[in-house]
């Protein structure tokens, strides 16, 4: 079965301190992978998405940067985090079944506060 | 107009009712819609899957699609204290490297 880690669970980290979240997949290869945001009482913000390694788009311009160096394992960084970097960060991988048509799931997500 | 337009809420319902979630959007291509679940504080989970149009059952969870009207449903019979959370649909115009739309989410509380 497939299974998706992201870690840390959660954190706490000072304006204008780096950043580096990870995502794992297990399971599964060549999935197209997200990384979604979602703020307090808001919806989700798709960030980015990789349909593959070192393919990175990009759906908001900001301070934060993706990469996906490996099939299954997609990284978000960011060098100076704002304050409105908050919120709950959640990774997810998607696929194409041929039985069941086209899948994504979500990973626990990682709670990010900067103070 | 956003593409996709879901009531937040919050529904406040007692135990034991139907539940009926909503979704509208305008883009018609979109032919597979998703339904996921978000307790607080935890990453959502996948419910309920459709292609194109027709009812889908699953327990006491039903999904309708109705593409003539460009909305989606989630019935919800019996509800449980345990279906309190929120409800998200989403979709995307075919199966591939298009990312999901997703609504805003419907908070649901369901009063034992």
């Known amino acids: 079965s497939q299974t998706i880690h992201q870690w840390p669970a959660t954190l706490v980290q000072p304006v204008g301190s780096p950043l580096s979240l990870e995502c794992t997949v297990e399971?599964?290869?060549?999935?197209?992978l997200y990384w979604y945001r979602q703020a307090a009482g808001r919806g989700l913000q798709l960030l980015f998405y990789?349909?593959?390694?070192?393919?990175i788009s990009s759906e908001v311009p900001q301070n934060l940067s993706a990469s996906r160096p490996q099939d299954r394992q997609f990284i978000l960084s960011s060098k100076k985090l704002l304050l409105s970097d908050s919120g709950f960060y959640l990774c997810?991988?998607?696929?194409?079944?041929?039985?069941?048509?086209?899948?994504?799931?979500f990973g626990p997500g990682t709670r990010l506060t900067v103070t | 107009q956003k593409e996709v337009e879901q009531d937040p809420g919050p529904l406040s319902v007692p135990e034991g009712a139907i539940v009926s979630l909503n979704c509208t959007y305008s883009?018609?291509?979109?032919?597979?819609f998703m339904w996921y679940r978000q307790y607080s504080r935890k990453g959502p989970e996948l419910l309920m899957y459709?292609?194109?149009?027709g009812n889908k059952e699953d327990g006491r969870f039903t999904a309708q699609v109705d593409k003539s009207s460009k909305y989606i449903s989630l019935f919800i019979r019996d509800s449980q204290p345990s279906d309190s959370a929120t409800y998200l649909c989403?979709?995307?115009?075919?199966?591939?490297?298009?990312?999901?739309?997703f609504g805003k989410g419907t908070r649901l509380s369901v009063i034992a």
């Open positions: 997810a991988w998607s696929v194409l079944w041929e039985d069941r048509g086209y899948e994504q799931y």
């Open positions: 399971g599964t290869s060549n999935p197209n």
């Open positions: 990789s349909v593959g390694i070192g393919q």
């Open positions: 883009n018609s291509a979109f032919q597979y």
């Open positions: 459709t292609y194109s149009s």
């Open positions: 989403a979709m995307s115009e075919w199966s591939g490297n298009t990312p999901l739309v």
